[in-house]
């Protein structure tokens, strides 16, 4: 499919944001080729900072001191998925989520102040590393199905999972930073898309956007509901803001393990309903696309990039299931 679509040339006059796409998708043109043509202008305008990411040199894995508890994971890379563990969480794993969560925030928060013009993404994964070593925790992507790096830093067209190396960050560009913590046997979870100094209006108005859907979602979790009215919420926002919602990556349930089998969709799924309860602990985290939804995988097996070019942006809280409603997790 992505053969066919990018075989024909850009037309010389192009197509108006609500017209049909000249690819030939049928797809409006705002959802599809809008924001490769965007930065293919770019481009022959000089702009390096639209030019698309590329990969840089990724520098050695970084050690955790022997003291500091790990996962299960922490040397072989592969995660243990022995007994079954409940999606809904006794007293003492949520207090201990707790702990992991703010930790984990407040991880986020020192990296994030970091973020600036000049800095390389390698730059900020030693930050982050420090951070959790500091706080006694271990960074959950840390070999992780054999990732590389202490945290994920997508930059501009990047959804999710970028590996941290030595691009420099450049003026103009919004980079979300995803951590994770390993603390007292549990996992925190969250991330937040930032701005590299002054950033074009439309990357002002994904990232604001972006965090209006993270904010809907939660706000639509109520113990008796099916998991599904948290995809409905942040799809009617992004949908009625011009954006689009990725389809490839969900939130996910948290706690003794990074990832359980429970899956929390962005996007409306009729499938979805799982009946959320008090005590339940899982992850909300919209990946929105100032272009079409669709991605592809670069060949390093992680990093996930907009098919069609255009800018993402993500932000992320781990949260609790009450009786009353809903508990953000991850606040500093």
Known sequence: MMTTQFARQAPAVLPGANDPCWCGSGTKYKKCHRGADAVEARKKGGDTQRQGI???VISPRRSVPMHIPRPDYAETGRPSRSGEMSDVKSPDVIARMRRACKAAAEVLQLT???VRPGIATDELDAIAHEAYIQRGGYPSTLNYHGFPKSLCTSVNEVICHGIPDSRVLVEGDIVNLDITIFLDGVHGDCNATFFVGKVDSESERLVRVTRECLDLGIAAVKPGLPIN???RAIEDHATKNGLSVVRAYCGHGIGER?????QIPHY??????????PGMTFTIEPMINLGHWQHRTWDDGWTAVTADGSRSAQFEHTILVTEQGVEILTVP
């Open 54 to 56: 590329r990969p840089g």
């Open 112 to 114: 994030g102040a970091a």
């Open 229 to 231: 009215v948290i995809g």
């Open 258 to 262: 990074f990832h359980s089998a429970l």
């Open 268 to 277: 409306y799924e009729a499938d979805a309903t799982t009946m959320m309860k």
